[in-house]
């Protein structure tokens, strides 16, 4: 267990529909960071949060926002989903917004769009 | 545009060896690299970094070597053993400014210890 616990594990549904990935932090982390792991790609940097507020965004969707709660969790909300989006979707914590000694990653939420 | 480059998909070893995972990347504002090892059904997990201003860090087993001149990062294992058997991922890290920070990943190379 990493500390880092994303609900749910698995999430199956349509086109069309919207859904909400959480993350809860490992304890003391400040900073959560989304990402996306399609079939084909490697994991892509999606958004950062940083106590509370938006510190980077890297390739998300306009159909794709996030925030983090006072209680430093986060929230990943997927809207109008495609086919395309189905992959997993990892949430990642550290203590300050630096990488330099790595994130701390959840086990993710496996997303099919049918 | 893939900034970082993972281009064997695959790598066999025989236990006791070494193995050498390689990575290229393009993007010269990367200050920092790391690499990070995935299990399957399971989250990355970190497992060395290198500042841009070393050619080399070690840690146990693992060593990792950068040539910033050749943009070449590789990651040492030896010797190798059977619970190396993963998904490694190289990532890179460009310092954007106040406290802002996204990692950039390859696509990984899957290792598989031989016994």
């Known amino acids: 267990d990493s500390g880092v616990t994303q609900t749910p594990k698995h999430l199956i549904t349509a086109t069309g529909q919207r859904v909400t990935l959480r993350c809860s932090p490992r304890?003391?982390?400040?900073?959560v960071y989304w990402y996306q792991q399609s079939l084909d790609q490697g994991l892509q940097f999606l958004i950062q949060?940083?106590?509370?507020?938006?510190?980077a965004k890297g390739n998300i969707l306009e159909r794709f926002s996030a925030q983090q709660f006072p209680d430093l969790h986060s929230e990943l909300n997927l809207s109008s989903l495609e086919l395309g989006d189905s992959a997993l979707y990892f949430c990642?914590?550290?203590?300050?917004?630096?990488?330099?000694?790595?994130?701390?990653f959840g086990s993710g939420t496996r997303l099919t769009v049918v | 545009d893939q900034q970082v480059k993972q281009n064997s998909p695959s790598l066999s070893v025989q236990e006791g060896r070494i193995s050498i995972l390689n990575c290229d990347y393009t993007?010269?504002?990367?200050?920092?690299f790391l690499w990070y090892k995935k299990y399957p059904a399971e989250g990355p997990t970190f497992l060395i970094s290198?500042?841009?201003?070393?050619d080399k860090n070690e840690d146990g087993r693992f060593t990792v070597f950068l040539n910033k001149s050749a943009k070449h990062l590789s990651l040492h294992i030896v010797p190798s053993q059977p619970g190396d058997s993963a998904v490694y991922f190289c990532?890179?890290?460009?310092?954007?400014?106040?406290?802002?920070?996204?990692?950039?990943f390859g696509k990984g190379t899957h290792l598989i210890i031989q016994p």
């Open positions: 993007n010269s504002m990367f200050d920092y």
């Open positions: 990532a890179a890290s460009a310092n954007l400014g106040g406290g802002a920070d996204g990692l950039t």
């Open positions: 990642a914590s550290s203590v300050s917004g630096t990488t330099n000694y790595g994130y701390t």
């Open positions: 290198i500042s841009s201003i070393k």
């Open positions: 949060y940083y106590n509370g507020e938006e510190r």
């Open positions: 304890s003391g982390d400040l900073s």
